[in-house]
């Protein structure tokens, strides 16, 4: 479990007994709520696939697009997965590699799937170079969403489905591949973070011109 979950749950029980002491019925709701906190910060153990060139799913969610589109005179493909409040909202690593960006910038907190949230919505912006791949990812805030927990920093080394932070409540995320990569998801799909594989780098492709 994430250690958040023990702060929120904590206090959600410490107000469930003070409120059963007026009332054991007003306990209710909180211990409730306390129970809810406690899974929602649920942080399973995930099987990380082996092989070069693979991308995984940086976060647990729904696929809701994925897209073709051009950034600074280069085409890429982008995958947008929702993450509901059911979903673990802990982030991994979608690749092996040395974080070369970390950006967070501020922004809305509006519906995270609607089209606009990936640019105006509050978010925090990591790229990541390695095994012949240059992937980028947005950890995006929603509606409910109103903190980007992200703790690596430019410059670190980190592994695939390696656990980097998490974004409490719903929100979403984007992951930018270059168009060398072979997409394994469609739009409706279920993905796990650290276990599903997004793509793979295509057969054949040279490492220098995946990072060109």
Request: aromatic share 8%.
């Amino acid at each position: 479990m994430v250690r958040d979950g023990f702060y929120y749950g904590l206090g959600a029980f410490v107000a469930a007994v003070l409120l059963g002491l007026i009332n054991p019925w007003l306990a209710l709701p909180p211990l409730l709520l306390g129970a809810f906190f406690l899974w929602f910060f649920r942080d399973p153990e995930r099987t990380i696939p082996d092989g070069s060139g693979v991308v995984v799913s940086p976060a647990d969610g729904k696929v809701t697009s994925v897209s073709r589109l051009t950034e600074e005179g280069r085409g890429n493909q982008r995958i947008s997965i929702f993450l509901s409040v059911f979903d673990v909202h802990v982030n991994r690593s979608p690749i092996s590699g040395t974080i070369t960006g970390v950006s967070y910038q501020k922004g809305k907190f509006g519906n995270a799937m609607s089209a606009g949230s990936s640019d105006a919505n509050e978010q925090n912006v990591v790229t990541v170079k390695g095994d012949g791949l240059t992937v980028t990812f947005k950890q995006i805030a929603g509606l409910l969403a109103r903190r980007i927990v992200f703790n690596p920093r430019t410059g670190d080394r980190i592994e695939r489905g390696q656990r980097v932070g998490l974004i409490k409540f719903g929100s979403r995320v984007d992951v930018v591949l270059d168009e060398n990569v072979d997409i394994q998801v469609k739009v409706g799909d279920h993905v796990a973070g650290g276990s599903s594989i997004l793509g793979v780098l295509r057969a054949g492709q040279s490492r220098a011109e995946a990072v060109r």
